[in-house]
């Protein structure tokens, strides 16, 4: 555990700058500790040698002072007792003292106690000597014996202070060293913390940088080349390996992204071939060129190799084939087509039928009601639908037995429509005209008596009269119905009621006044047509009986109650105007009304004339009242 911790303090760039901080702080203490030691030792060295400098001067002014006495014959004991005083004063300063106590075994300690045995046992007794009262002024032997002493005295002291001087040199030296080392270690470690720096945070940290640069631009293959164990070393696998996953990352999500867009294309592809086929499916859902192009479409995007759109008879025979891309059916025989027809009585999507040419699906084509075809695909060997394709198909499928189901329920209505209308044709014919036909024989059978009675001659007359006018009335009715069969919507509602208006006004020069109200109103066709075969009728009738000067046409809306109500100013009603010979239209016109669920009254006007009102409630269709032909809202 110890190993390991010095190793990973061995390897820290951290605790390397550290240690070269330290380094540095413990050189320059070091070193400032050693010159502060240094500067103390050399302390007071400069007095010393002043010192020493003055005795060689006080010795010369002491002998000095002796030989001026003994020239001048004058002895001035003071002066050289006081220098005598000074001297010794001198030669135990402090600061001579201070540099033998610190060194007392060097040869400053041994030179400084030579001086003072000389001066205690040499010099001293001499001018000691020379001071006393009693002493000659000329004695020669003395004075050259003074001097000499003086010679050697000063001599020692030129060698205390050159002593004194190389100490303090040598002082200056080993500080001058100790500032000289300490700053090249300072340096040293500064250049070794500088590498430590380049190489361990400068590099790593510009490289890191490098690849983040390149990352940042989508680049994800870029990797950091420091992976030592130190903490940019750590940072930069750290880099690598969020740099592999986020590369590894990258690539899933392309890949799925790449699905995706493959998938969007495929939907995309699917709803096109969708909608081209509902579009050809609504414009003609039982062309072969429809089936054709969606045969194309869907073998180039389910990868078939043909198929095949059969409808299947009605009356038994062989199917029809509508379409096919391959060619003779296979599966065909002389007495029908088995597998076709087996998928009929099997609740399942589709049959497979294995060959060694590819597998073939046979999907029927039905809805809820009934049957109507199969497709039959043939898939390309080694080869099968994708669940999207398999899904395809069945809507594909599904749209198709729609249109087929709407063909034949059109077919159905058309047929059922056709029928209604051949029914109302009949009981048109059969309340007008063979009603008015049936009169016509009754009357011809009794007018052949009376031809052969010249006595009946007269009644013969009226009864021919009688004939004339009912053929005019039957040849009227006839054109009224041709009128009312051939009668188309074209047009809105209020624009018919408008267009009725204006062709009875005109054919009869009678002002007819129109007032519409319908707003929020939605009537169905078939109201539409039967309210307006009313109003055709009471405007026909107000033509034909009425004598009128002007008419009145009012259809009015409220609350789901629709109110027609046609007037005129005419002559008005008989006394029993249904009991009319002729008068079969008011009896259609009550038909009619039946038809609305509505009823009719047909009444005098209070201020003269004739009134006919019609009352029903509006039928609120999902669509708006679009105008079709008769024949079609029948």
Same mark, same amino acid.
């Given at each position: 555990m110890g190993r390991l911790r010095e190793r990973l303090m061995a390897r820290s760039i951290l605790l390397s700058l550290g240690f070269a901080l330290f380094a540095m702080t413990l050189i320059g203490v070091g070193g400032m500790t050693l010159s502060v030691v240094e500067a103390e030792r050399i302390q007071g060295s400069g007095s010393a040698i002043n010192v020493a400098g003055s005795l060689r001067r006080l010795t010369h002014r002491m002998s000095a002072l002796v030989l001026s006495d003994a020239e001048n014959r004058v002895r001035d004991h003071g002066r050289l007792r006081e220098a005598i005083a000074h001297f010794e004063k001198s030669l135990n300063h402090p600061a001579l003292r201070r540099v033998m106590t610190r060194k007392p075994d060097s040869d400053y300690a041994r030179t400084y106690a030579q001086i003072r045995q000389s001066w205690e046992r040499g010099l001293k007794p001499l001018l000691v000597e020379e001071a006393l009262p009693g002493a000659d002024?000329?004695?020669?032997?003395?004075?050259?014996?003074?001097?000499? &002493?003086?010679? @050697?005295?000063?001599?020692?002291?030129?060698?205390?202070?050159?002593?004194?001087?190389?100490?303090?040199?040598?002082?200056?030296?080993?500080?001058?060293?100790?500032?000289?080392?300490?700053?090249?270690?300072?340096?040293?470690?500064?250049?070794?913390?500088?590498?430590?720096?380049?190489?361990?945070?400068?590099?790593?940290?510009?490289?890191?940088?490098?690849?983040?640069?390149?990352?940042?631009?989508?680049?994800?293959?870029?990797?950091?080349?420091?992976?030592?164990?130190?903490?940019?070393?750590?940072?930069?696998?750290?880099?690598?390996?969020?740099?592999?996953?986020?590369?590894?990352?990258?690539?899933?999500?392309?890949?799925? @992204?790449?699905?995706?867009?493959?998938?969007? /294309?495929?939907?995309? !592809?699917?709803?096109? %071939?969708?909608?081209?086929?509902? &579009?050809?499916?609504?414009?003609?859902p039982t062309a072969p060129e429809t089936y054709h192009a969606m045969l194309e479409d869907m073998g180039k995007l389910l990868g078939l190799r043909g198929s095949m759109a059969c409808l299947l008879p009605n009356l038994g025979g062989p199917a029809t084939i509508l379409s096919d891309t391959l060619g003779v059916c296979p599966s065909r025989e002389r007495d029908g087509c088995p597998h076709c027809t087996d998928i009929l009585r099997v609740d399942q999507p589709w049959i497979r039928l294995p060959g060694?040419?590819?597998?073939?699906?046979?999907?029927?084509?039905?809805?809820?009601?009934?049957?109507?075809?199969?497709?039959?695909?043939?898939? #390309?060997?080694?080869?099968?639908?994708?669940?999207? !394709?398999?899904?395809?198909? !069945?809507?594909?499928?599904?749209?198709?037995?729609?249109?087929?189901? *709407?063909?034949?329920?059109?077919?159905?209505?058309?047929?059922?429509?056709? !029928?209604? /209308?051949?029914?109302?044709?009949?009981?048109?014919?059969?309340?007008?005209?063979a009603q008015a036909l049936s009169y016509l024989k009754i009357q011809s059978s009794l007018l052949q008596p009376m031809l052969s009675d010249p &006595?009946?001659? #007269?009644?013969?007359?009226?009864?021919?009269?009688?004939?004339? /006018?009912? *053929?005019?009335?039957?040849?009227?009715?006839?054109?009224e119905l041709l009128a009312t069969f051939r009668l188309r919507m074209q047009g809105d509602f209020l624009e018919l009621l408008s267009l009725t208006a204006e062709e009875f006004s005109a054919r009869g020069g009678l002002p007819i006044h129109l007032d519409t109200r319908l707003t929020g109103c939605r009537l169905s066709p078939n109201q539409e047509i039967h309210t307006l075969q009313i109003i055709r009728e009471a405007l026909s009738n107000i033509l034909r009986h009425a004598h009128a000067g002007q008419a009145w046409l009012e259809v009015r809306h409220d609350d789901g109650q629709v109110t027609v109500r046609v007037a005129d100013d005419g002559v008005g009603l008989s006394?029993?105007?249904?009991?009319?010979? %002729?008068?079969?239209?008011?009896?259609?016109?009550?038909?009619?009304? &039946?038809?609305?669920?509505?009823? *009719?009254?047909i009444s005098p006007r209070a201020e003269g004339g004739t009134q006919v009102v019609l009352r029903f409630r509006a039928e609120h269709a999902p669509q708006p009242s679009a105008p079709l032909p008769l024949a079609d809202a029948a």
């Open positions: 002024l000329h004695p020669v032997s003395r004075h050259n014996q003074m001097l000499e &002493a003086v010679e @050697v005295f000063v001599d020692e002291l030129n060698t205390l202070v050159a002593q004194l001087e190389a100490d303090t040199e040598e002082a200056i030296l080993t500080l001058r060293s100790v500032l000289g080392g300490a700053l090249v270690l300072i340096v040293a470690v500064v250049l070794g913390a500088l590498i430590i720096v380049r190489r361990g945070v400068l590099d790593p940290l510009s490289d890191l940088l490098r690849s983040a640069a390149r990352f940042a631009r989508g680049d994800f293959t870029a990797r950091a080349r420091h992976e030592g164990p130190d903490e940019l070393g750590r940072v930069g696998r750290s880099f690598n390996l969020m740099a592999e996953e986020l590369n590894k990352l990258y690539a899933d999500l392309e890949r799925r @992204v790449a699905d995706k867009t493959a998938e969007l /294309e495929r939907s995309n !592809q699917s709803l096109e %071939l969708l909608y081209h086929s509902i &579009a050809r499916l609504h414009n003609a060694p040419e590819g597998e073939t699906l046979i999907v029927p084509l039905r809805d809820m009601e009934r049957h109507y075809g199969v497709l039959r695909l043939v898939l #390309p060997p080694e080869h099968h639908l994708a669940p999207w !394709q398999e899904q395809l198909l !069945q809507a594909l499928c599904r749209h198709i037995s729609i249109a087929l189901g *709407i063909t034949y329920r059109t077919e159905q209505e058309r047929l059922i429509a056709l !029928q209604e /209308e051949r029914s109302i044709i009949a009981r048109e014919l059969h309340d007008s005209l &006595a009946r001659q #007269p009644d013969a007359e009226r009864t021919l009269a009688d004939l004339r /006018e009912g *053929i005019s009335a039957a040849y009227r009715q006839l054109r006394d029993d105007p249904l009991d009319g010979t %002729l008068h079969y239209g008011l009896a259609i016109m009550h038909e009619r009304a &039946a038809g609305l669920r509505g009823d *009719i009254r």
